[in-house]
């Protein structure tokens, strides 16, 4: 018999990472959620038939999130790269403030490998912040996955962003980190992987820019390293 996975709902698809501006929309649906009202009925088959209720959604910033831990979660997953079943078991022992790191034991990780999660001032501003209110040694009071996964996939839809899982916040992550210029050895060692492959997977697609200045690139040290060519006979300096 195979091992039972607590997998979250819908998360069949292809890996892949979040755009800047999809990782400020879903951000902003965590903390304002979409309110849907009624705005009209309508019959769907004629006198005495159900009628079909029309929904509209609209943003309200002024009330407070159904979820609260679900914006710090978000931010926490995009900040570190770690699964998600790591933050669910991450304590306060764990987070070292002076040093800017998260040191996450092996017994918390799937790889059975201990790893050190370099924080960015920010990420150690919203983790005092958290420690002030907090009630347990738990970093973040989760619920249960079928809950997580549910609010998680409204604040998908209110962000109108298709197809994402909590999944994919580790893949945009790394692909953060390799945007700022990270080796991919140093980004599979912050992520937990034992196998470089399975980083590489987590790399969303270049896009055409990329590829162009890619290009570019290359055509320019083949030029450099053209002229640097001693001639027959010359010796190179």
């Known amino acids: 018999p195979t091992a039972h996975t607590n997998r979250f709902k819908g998360e069949e698809h292809e890996v892949r990472a979040l755009t ?76 070292r403030f002076n040093e800017k790191i998260i040191a996450v034991p092996a017994a918390k990780m799937k790889a059975r490998n201990g790893i050190s999660v370099p924080l960015n001032d920010d990420t150690v501003a919203l983790l005092r912040d958290i420690k002030r209110q907090a009630t347990s040694m738990k970093v973040l009071a989760l619920p249960d996955r079928g809950d997580m996964g549910k609010s998680f996939r409204r604040a998908v839809r209110d962000a109108e962003i298709p197809h994402c899982r909590i999944h994919d916040l580790r893949a945009t992550a790394a692909t953060r980190l390799r945007e700022a210029g990270v080796s991919l050895e140093v980004t599979a060692a912050i992520l937990g992987h034992k196998d470089l492959r399975t980083t590489l997977r987590f790399y969303r697609k270049t896009r055409p820019k990329e590829l162009l200045a890619a290009v570019a690139m290359r055509a320019a040290m083949e030029r450099q390293a053209a002229r640097e060519v001693p001639e027959p006979g010359e010796a190179k300096i």
């Open 20 to 95: 800047l501006e999809e990782e400020a929309r879903v951000l902003h649906a965590c903390l304002h959620p979409k309110v849907r009202t009624i705005t009209a009925y309508r019959n769907v088959g004629g006198q005495g038939r159900a009628k079909r209720s029309e929904k509209k959604a609209t943003w309200d910033q002024s009330a407070p999130p159904k979820a609260p831990w679900l914006h710090p979660m978000v931010k926490l997953l995009l900040a570190t790269g770690m699964r998600v079943g790591t933050l669910e078991q991450l304590t306060w022992d764990d987070v």
